[in-house]
């Protein structure tokens, strides 16, 4: 089970939810809004896990949710990534590249289906 979680959205309220939701459940739980933002306090303090939403506006930085989640997955193999979304995405490329590294959660989510698919992401030991 990953300890650190890093979330990133651009949703600051649901950035907040998901903290103090992960924190009580024994997590140390930090966010940020955008892809590059995410990259950089990886590569400062790696991460166990990093949430993303898939649809993320590429506007505010350079990078994509989905380079973000691709450049995560090949740099730190001990990384999982559990994207997020409201739309339809399907990980069966993804999954067939990097196995149960790589998890999908719809929105909006009750509390327990978070803490479900943060648990069934499962980086390698």
């Known amino acids: 089970m990953p300890a650190r979680i890093l979330i ?9 939810f998901t903290e103090k939701y992960l924190v009580r459940h024994g997590y140390e739980a930090h966010g940020c809004r955008t892809a590059g933002e995410a990259w950089q306090r990886m590569c400062r303090s790696e991460y166990g896990l990093v949430l993303i939403d898939v649809s993320l506006p590429a506007e505010l930085d350079a990078m994509s949710a989905e ?6 997955l090949d740099t ?3 990384a999982g990534v559990l994207l997020w979304s409201g739309y339809p995405f399907s990980l069966e490329d993804l999954r067939t590249q990097y ?4 998890g999908f959660l719809h929105k909006p989510f009750t ?3 978070l803490l479900a698919a943060v648990e069934g992401v499962a980086p390698p030991a």
């Open 8 to 16: 990133v959205d651009d949703d600051p309220l649901l950035i907040r």
């Open 67 to 72: 380079d973000l989640a691709l450049r995560l």
């Open 99 to 102: 196995g149960s590294r790589i």
């Open 111 to 113: 509390p327990a289906a």
């Open 76 to 78: 730190f193999p001990h």
